[in-house]
Nanobody, 124 residues
Framework: QVQLVESGGGLVQAGGSLRLSCAAS????????MGWFRQAPGKERDFVAA????????YYADSVKGRFTISRDNAENMVYLQMNSLKPEDTAVYYC?????????????????WGQGTQVTVSS
C-alpha cells in the first residue's frame, strides 16, 4: 500500500505561481512513476505531468508545457509540481498518483494509488 497526501493548493491570480507537494508513505519502493492529474468541475480527470523513479524522465500535457515543472525527492518521498504563469483554465482539483507498473503512462487507469486532491483556483 502507498499513501499519498497533497498540499499547497490555494487561490492565486492569473500569472501567479503555486507549488504543490505530494508526500508519499508506505511501499514507495515499488512506485516507478509518479504523476499529477487534475479535474475541473464537470470534466474528466486529466493527465498533467509524470516523472520516472530516477527523475530522469519527465512528461507533460501540452497545455502545461513550459509553465509547469514536476520533480521528486526520493530521499524524502516527495513529489512536487511547480506551476508558473497560471491561467484561469488551470483551476481544478489536483491529484497526486503513483504507478506500480513499469513505464510511463498518461492514463489515469494505469495509476494504482491516489491522494485526496488539493484545490487550485486561478482568478482572472
Amino acid at each position: 500500500q502507498v499513501q499519498l497526501v497533497e498540499s499547497g493548493g490555494g487561490l492565486v491570480q492569473a500569472g501567479g505561481s503555486l507549488r504543490l507537494s505530494c508526500a508519499a508513505s508506505g511501499r514507495t519502493d515499488n512506485t516507478w512513476y509518479m504523476g499529477w492529474f487534475r479535474q475541473a468541475p464537470g470534466k474528466e480527470r486529466d493527465f498533467v505531468a509524470a516523472i520516472s523513479r530516477s527523475g530522469g524522465s519527465k512528461y507533460y500535457a501540452d497545455s502545461v508545457k513550459g509553465r509547469f515543472t514536476i520533480s521528486r525527492d526520493n530521499a524524502e518521498n516527495m513529489v512536487y509540481l511547480q506551476m508558473n504563469s497560471l491561467k484561469p483554465e488551470d483551476t481544478a482539483v489536483y491529484y497526486c498518483a503513483a504507478r506500480l507498473g513499469w513505464g510511463y503512462s498518461p492514463y489515469r487507469d494505469d495509476y494504482d494509488y491516489w491522494g485526496q486532491g488539493t484545490q487550485v483556483t486561478v482568478s482572472s
